[in-house]
């Protein structure tokens, strides 16, 4: 139970949560909680019980009664983020970090008292400023003739995104910009941020116990022009669900903080689509998103290669920006191709209006004709069917185009109707690389000579790791970045969406 709102004064000032029924979120602690409960042994586990395993992590202390102190037995080095620099045998009082040191005797104190384990967490703070959560657990340990006096000790650190600046910032226009990236997105918020000579600005993210999250700018925002990146897809121990959640709670923060503008920037947005009924009774995600974000304060919202741009811009209320990065691919794949003849495939017709401007842009940088095909699909709860083809693919290298990657069937059924038509070599070209479920399998059983996608989606390290030399990633952080640039200062994005970014290959 969380039971700090019933303690004393001063364990409140030292810690913004106290549980007596601990459920720890962090593996360090986590580790040392399940140690001591499967050695406990009567009232606690003595310190012989847990010692191997503090070879590893964590730490305890001795209590020394006569002196109201406690003294390092082991882990000094998995302490020192709270004490400083102690060597084991030293004191607490002796620790040079004296706030660090009032923490852990406090919290000693209280699991000797109970008798039980105790889980805080707290905020450490440096110069004034906030820069890691802290979880910290202590759990009693038995002595020798059975009585409590000594503590087995964990703790979990989680840094805040509190990145070192970048070279100064040109001027944008007369606001400061102000740019924050959430979660997985933060390697592509770092790209951007560089190609606009920003620094990403610090902020904290924290997961619960039961899962839920606590996000919060970690600089003032007030009168501020603020882009928040976040691509909502969804990943091993984060769902698109749980990172829409995130964000628009991320953009109420900031509005509340007096941000003069906030826009949501998702290069991926997810529950894109369903954006109409095909059934009676279906929900219309899409619109509901857009209502959630319109809710919270967004001001705007930007997004590359939306699954219906009419759609999406007709969901929102507020200006809604639908970048591309056909360019970026068909730039990609012209130098790929040469001289090989082409022809560009939609995977369902559906997306036939998509490959065919793909095709038009990649025949003017080739500057010979392309060919184009489709295949017929049609999706029913959850199954796909559908074997038509319509194309001229024989004897052509052909690219299968699509916006996202999913679970890889869409894409595979189309790799193997090409190439049964004659098809020379297969490349998948998506801007989505969400790569779910049994994709890896679906699409290693395809005829697939290459696929690439861009960084819209973080980059599955195992999944490229395996897929060398066939999975190819192009970057979207100047697209992204050339566009918040002119959003910011007034700029043209049509022009944007026409060109692509400069230098981009």
Same mark, same amino acid.
């Given at each position: 139970?969380?039971?700090?709102?019933?303690?004393?004064?001063?364990?409140?000032?030292?810690?913004?949560?106290?549980?007596?029924?601990?459920?720890?979120?962090?593996?360090?602690?986590?580790?040392?909680?399940?140690?001591?409960?499967?050695?406990?042994?009567?009232?606690?586990?003595?310190?012989?019980?847990?010692?191997?395993?503090?070879?590893?992590?964590?730490?305890?202390?001795?209590?020394?009664?006569?002196?109201?102190?406690?003294?390092?037995?082991?882990?000094?080095?998995?302490?020192?983020?709270?004490?400083?620099?102690?060597?084991?045998?030293?004191?607490?009082?002796?620790?040079?970090?004296?706030?660090?040191?009032?923490?852990?005797?406090?919290?000693?104190?209280?699991?000797?008292?109970?008798?039980?384990?105790?889980?805080?967490?707290?905020?450490?703070?440096?110069?004034?400023?906030?820069?890691?959560?802290?979880?910290?657990?202590?759990?009693?340990?038995?002595?020798?003739?059975?009585?409590?006096?000594?503590?087995?000790?964990?703790?979990?650190?989680?840094?805040?995104?509190?990145?070192?600046?970048?070279?100064?910032?040109?001027?944008?226009?007369?606001?400061?910009?102000?740019?924050?990236?959430?979660?997985?997105?933060?390697?592509?918020?770092?790209?951007?941020?560089?190609?606009?000579?920003?620094?990403?600005?610090?902020?904290?993210?924290?997961?619960?116990?039961?899962?839920?999250?606590?996000?919060?700018?970690?600089?003032?925002?007030?009168?501020?022009?603020?882009?928040?990146?976040?691509?909502?897809?969804?990943?091993?121990?984060?769902?698109?669900?749980?990172?829409?959640?995130?964000?628009?709670?991320?953009?109420?923060?900031?509005?509340?903080?007096?941000?003069?503008?906030?826009?949501?920037?998702?290069?991926?947005?997810?529950?894109?689509?369903?954006?109409?009924?095909?059934?009676?009774?279906?929900?219309?995600?899409?619109?509901?998103?857009?209502?959630?974000?319109?809710?919270?304060?967004?001001?705007?919202?930007?997004?590359?290669?939306?699954?219906?741009?009419?759609?999406?811009?007709?969901?929102?209320?507020?200006?809604?920006?639908?970048?591309?990065?056909? %360019?970026? !691919?068909? /730039?990609?794949?012209?130098?790929? *191709?040469? &001289?090989? =003849? +082409? #022809?560009?495939?939609?995977? $369902?017709?559906?997306?036939?209006?998509? %490959?065919? !401007?793909? /095709?038009?842009?990649?025949?003017? *940088?080739? &500057?010979? =004709? +392309? #060919?184009?095909?489709?295949? $017929?699909?049609?999706?029913?709860?959850?199954?796909?069917?559908?074997?038509?083809?319509?194309?001229?693919?024989?004897?052509?290298? +052909?690219?299968?185009?699509?916006?996202?990657?999913?679970?890889?069937?869409?894409?595979?059924?189309?790799?193997?109707?090409?190439?049964?038509?004659?098809?020379?070599?297969?490349?998948?070209?998506?801007?989505?690389?969400?790569?779910?479920?049994?994709?890896?399998?679906?699409?290693?059983?395809?005829?697939?000579?290459?696929?690439?996608?861009?960084?819209?989606?973080?980059?599955?390290?195992?999944?490229?790791?395996?897929?060398?030399?066939?999975?190819?990633?192009?970057?979207?952080?100047?697209?992204?970045?050339?566009?918040?640039?002119?959003?910011?200062?007034?700029?043209?994005?049509?022009?944007?969406?026409?060109?692509?970014?400069?230098?981009?290959?």
């Amino acid at each position: 139970m969380t039971t700090l709102a019933e303690t004393q004064p001063f364990l409140k000032r030292l810690f913004e949560r106290l549980d007596l029924a601990p459920q720890p979120i962090g593996a360090e602690t986590k580790h040392a909680l399940d140690h001591w409960r499967t050695t406990r042994r009567g009232v606690a586990p003595t310190f012989a019980d847990v010692v191997a395993d503090l070879r590893h992590s964590g730490f305890a202390f001795r209590a020394v009664p006569e002196a109201r102190d406690y003294e390092i037995v082991i882990g000094a080095k998995a302490v020192a983020p709270l004490l400083g620099d102690v060597a084991e045998g030293a004191r607490l009082s002796e620790a040079p970090d004296r706030r660090g040191a009032v923490r852990l005797r406090r919290l000693f104190d209280e699991a000797l008292r109970i008798g039980e384990p105790a889980l805080v967490q707290f905020t450490l703070v440096e110069n004034g400023r906030d820069r890691a959560g802290v979880e910290l657990l202590a759990a009693p340990l038995a002595l020798a003739d059975g009585a409590l006096g000594a503590v087995l000790g964990a703790m979990s650190i989680q840094r805040f995104e509190t990145p070192a600046p970048a070279r100064a910032a040109p001027p944008l226009g007369d606001e400061t910009i102000i740019m924050f990236a959430l979660g997985s997105s933060r390697a592509l918020g770092e790209r951007v941020a560089r190609e606009l000579g920003l620094a990403l600005a610090p902020h904290e993210e924290r997961r619960f116990e039961d899962d839920e999250r606590k996000v919060r700018p970690l600089i003032g925002v007030r009168d501020k022009d603020v882009y928040v990146i976040s691509s909502l897809d969804g990943e091993a121990g984060d769902s698109g669900a749980d990172k829409l959640i995130r964000l628009l709670f991320f953009i109420g923060a900031l509005r509340d903080a007096g941000a003069a503008r906030v826009t949501a920037v998702a290069p991926y947005l997810s529950y894109a689509r369903k954006d109409r009924r095909t059934k009676p009774l279906d929900p219309v995600a899409t619109r509901y998103v857009a209502q959630l974000l319109e809710g919270v304060g967004a001001h705007r919202i930007v997004t590359i290669d939306a699954h219906n741009v009419a759609a999406f811009e007709n969901a929102f209320r507020i200006e809604s920006v639908a970048l591309d990065a056909q %360019a970026l !691919l068909a /730039r990609y794949l012209a130098h790929r *191709l040469g &001289a090989e =003849p +082409v #022809a560009v495939v939609s995977p $369902d017709l559906g997306g036939e209006k998509r %490959a065919e !401007l793909f /095709r038009q842009r990649l025949e003017t *940088l080739l &500057a010979r =004709p +392309v #060919a184009k095909g489709f295949m $017929d699909k049609h999706r029913s709860m959850g199954e796909i069917s559908g074997e038509i083809f319509a194309g001229d693919v024989a004897g052509r290298a +052909v690219v299968i185009l699509d916006d996202l990657i999913s679970s890889g069937g869409t894409m595979a059924r189309a790799a193997h109707a090409c190439r049964t038509h004659g098809a020379t070599r297969i490349v998948l070209a998506a801007t989505h690389g969400l790569f779910a479920r049994d994709a890896e399998t679906a699409l290693r059983m395809a005829p697939i000579d290459e696929i690439v996608v861009t960084d819209t989606v973080a980059p599955r390290e195992a999944l490229a790791q395996r897929w060398r030399g066939r999975l190819v990633t192009l970057g979207v952080a100047a697209l992204l970045a050339e566009a918040i640039a002119r959003l910011h200062g007034g700029g043209s994005i049509d022009e944007l969406l026409e060109t692509g970014p400069k230098g981009a290959p």
